[in-house]
């Protein structure tokens, strides 16, 4: 009896693992045909009066990507270019084709280390909680754009932005909070969608700042 009681326990907690398990989000992930999410309007976005100096002091020149320098987050994760996903244990690695950009998000920790510098990537850990990854990225320069249009990052410590990934049907969509006091009054929501390619391809990029109308 106390055999079979032990089995039973093991079966349980097997069958537990099973129901909890984090959803399969590995693969190559294009962006989504149809709608597929995007930035709010202008005059939608809660900026302060500094962040709002700071977008309007912006010019389509100075925008980063154009002198072949890569986006930072969230910016990046929404760009039109295949994204394939490593989900390993202990952290889950990002490699874009644009820029050719790999970001790690680890997921046995909980912050940056304590002299982590400042970079476009930043800092990224992870969790899930139930069937939604939520991903917080500290450590970003101010040198990010929020969205082409201009929408700025301040680069200050209380700054950071939070991402959730979640299925929506057969699409993996993101919601991504930028959390930037200095810059905006509440939350800049970024949305963006990606199918699934099974017979995807992460292919070659160049950039050249000439063919950008950057040099």
Known sequence: MKTKTVLAAIAALFMGFA?????????????????????????????????????????R????TLQCIMP???????????LEILQLD????????????????FMD???????????????SVGHWE??????KTTHMSPDNLMWHNGMPFSGDADAYVIERYSF???????????????????????RGYRERAPDGMIFEYECFPEFNGAG
């Open 19 to 59: 129901v909890n398990a984090a959803p399969d989000i590995s693969g190559i992930w294009d962006p989504a045909s149809g709608p597929a999410g995007g930035h709010p309007p202008v005059d939608a976005v809660a900026l302060t009066p500094e962040g709002r100096s700071r977008f309007e002091a912006f010019s």
């Open 61 to 64: 020149e100075s925008d980063p």
């Open 72 to 82: 930072g987050v969230p910016l990046g994760i929404v760009d039109p270019y295949p």
């Open 90 to 105: 202990h952290q889950i690695v990002f490699l874009y084709e644009h820029f050719h950009m790999v970001r790690r998000i």
């Open 109 to 123: 920790r909980t912050e940056a280390p304590e002299d982590w510098w400042p970079s476009l990537i930043g800092f």
């Open 130 to 135: 139930d069937d939604t990854l939520v991903v």
């Open 168 to 190: 929506d049907g057969d699409r993996l969509a993101l919601v991504a909070e930028v959390h930037d006091p200095t810059y905006y009054t509440e939350p800049y929501v970024i």
